[in-house]
């Protein structure tokens, strides 16, 4: 069974960094590319990036240029979305989910989701 | 503002059929496969229909999805009150180089 599970609900506060994580199992996690989704509330989904994790290969959404770093740890089945300085406007849910099989597809299976909340 | 174009809402009474609307372009839905989500209350989407009108297992034979042109379109016949959810499309974009959304539609069931 193909299973995606993120890292806990994180409360920061500007400024600070963060990194949050999606562990993939019941499949090939180097042969499928995975992507990071934010949900602002109440509001709808947008694309971060993807990444390949059999290479690396990473390609973001140019409406969050620089706002993000994604990257991958094969060998952990892990990837990973980070911040270098939080802001305010940061707060959000966010999924990460598996590309379907093949070239330009969308998503099949998703994470639970990681709550992000930046606060002073 | 989401690159795929989606009615903000949409109802139904129990037993009837709706229809939820995505526009794209030629570069998103014109010449790639549209996927539909069902997004419940708290909780992560699930996958509803993928490659533009193919069903997942285990999701019920109510939900059928089709594509024509720019556009594509998420039927619901039947609708129980479980079907109150939000649902979102998605369309891999060649100009932005991954999988785009649709501003999702919440469905309620009068």
């Known amino acids: 069974e193909v299973q995606l599970v993120q890292s806990g609900a994180e409360v920061k506060k500007p400024g600070e960094s963060l990194k949050i994580s999606c562990k993939g199992s019941?499949?090939?996690?180097?042969?499928?590319?995975i992507g990071w989704v934010r949900q602002m509330p109440g509001k709808g989904l947008e694309w971060l990036g993807i990444?390949?994790?059999?290479?690396?290969?990473?390609r973001y959404s140019p409406s969050f240029p620089g706002q993000v770093t994604i990257s991958a740890d094969k060998s952990i089945n892990t990837a990973y979305l980070q911040w270098s300085s939080l802001k305010a406007s940061d707060t959000a849910m966010y999924f990460c989910?598996?590309?379907?099989?093949?070239?330009?597809?969308?998503?099949?299976?998703w994470g639970q989701g990681t709550l992000v909340t930046v606060s002073s | 503002q989401s690159v795929l174009t989606q009615p903000p809402s949409a109802s139904g009474t129990p037993g009837q059929r709706v229809t939820i609307s995505c526009s794209g372009s030629?570069?998103?839905?014109?010449?790639?496969?549209v996927y539909w989500y069902q997004q419940l209350p708290g909780t992560a989407p699930k996958l509803l229909i993928y490659r533009n009108n193919q069903r997942p297992s285990g999701v019920p034979d109510r939900f059928s999805g089709s594509k024509s042109g720019t556009s594509a379109s998420l039927a619901i016949s039947g609708l129980r009150s479980e079907d109150e959810a939000d649902y979102h499309c998605?369309?891999?974009?060649?100009?932005?180089?991954?999988?785009?959304f649709g501003g999702g539609t919440k469905l309620t069931v009068l």
């Open positions: 019941g499949y090939t996690f180097t042969t499928s590319w």
């Open positions: 989910a598996r590309l379907e099989g093949g070239n330009k597809r969308a998503y099949d299976y």
């Open positions: 030629s570069s998103n839905i014109g010449s790639n496969y």
């Open positions: 990444i390949y994790p059999g290479d690396s290969d990473t």
């Open positions: 998605a369309a891999w974009d060649d100009s932005l180089g991954g999988p785009v």
